[in-house]
């Protein structure tokens, strides 16, 4: 498979945290941070979890707010579920 070169321009506020994601070792370098965050915004899009940083902010907050209440699902539990939703949606696209 063969590597294609591309051209970006990124505001300055997004090239310091691709910058920083390197510094800090989280990826070995700008192609491998560009690489992850294109995976996982597609593994979103399929997802159908496409949100506005508006929106993003409003879920952690309701996602803080069931932590305080109790409202919480063990992590298995909550991955079985994902794999459920996942298969589910796969199937309804084939």
């Known amino acids: 498979m063969g590597v294609a ?3 970006v321009t990124l505001n ?3 090239e310091r945290v691709i910058e920083d994601e390197v510094k800090c070792g989280r ?4 192609n491998e941070f560009l690489g992850k965050a294109v995976y996982h915004y597609l593994l979103a899009r399929d997802l159908g979890q496409e949100f506005t940083a508006q929106e993003f902010d409003a879920l952690i ?3 803080l707010e069931d932590i305080e209440r109790g409202d919480v699902v063990d992590g298995e ?3 079985r579920r994902l ?3 996942s ?3 796969r ?3 084939a």
Request: proline letters at 4%.
């Open 12 to 14: 300055p506020d997004l």
């Open 5 to 7: 070169r591309m051209n």
């Open 27 to 30: 990826s070995n370098d700008t």
């Open 77 to 79: 539990e909550a991955f």
């Open 83 to 85: 794999r459920e939703l």
């Open 87 to 89: 298969a589910e949606r």
């Open 91 to 93: 199937q309804s696209r």
């Open 61 to 63: 907050v309701e996602g």
